[in-house]
């Protein structure tokens, strides 16, 4: 966990799951901190989702797994996660604003899921087209 929480500061992210780096195992580091505050870093277990609600809200995600492409994304405004900590204790905590929508996103890295896939199919299917030139673009370089 502390090589993820590494990855994650040196890609400049505010979360990780650990399968964006091929590790096959439920974890996620995050930390929130603002630019000049102290780094705060979390680490999640076998995370769980409880209680989303049923109020929902906008916020505009990127990832390090579709970089350089940010788009707004319907996601339940608060949740409860239950999860083993750092030092393999149960931890159950209410998530709201950012934290809701950071640990809603890594969830979805879990379960194979790429905030992509929680947009329309056209602003998708912009942002796969313009990953594939790309890519061309690079193989020819």
Do not use: W
Request: charged share 35%; hydrophobic share 40%; net charge negative.
């Amino acid at each position: 966990m502390d090589d993820m929480l590494e990855t994650m500061y040196e890609a400049d992210g505010i979360g990780l799951a650990a399968i964006q780096i091929d590790i096959p195992k439920r974890i996620i580091v995050m930390d929130l901190a603002g630019e000049g505050e102290e780094p705060q870093p979390r680490f999640f277990v076998n995370p769980e989702i409880l209680d989303p609600s049923e109020e929902t809200g906008l916020y505009q995600e990127g990832c390090l797994s579709v970089p350089e492409f940010y788009e707004e994304v319907e996601r339940p405004q608060r949740c409860r996660v239950r999860f083993l900590d750092y030092h393999g204790n149960e931890q159950t905590i209410d998530a709201e604003g950012l934290f809701a929508v950071c640990i809603q996103h890594e969830m979805d890295h879990l379960d194979g899921v790429l905030f992509i896939d929680r947009i329309s199919r056209l602003k998708r299917d912009r942002i796969i087209r313009k990953l594939k030139k790309d890519q061309r673009l690079a193989a020819i370089a």
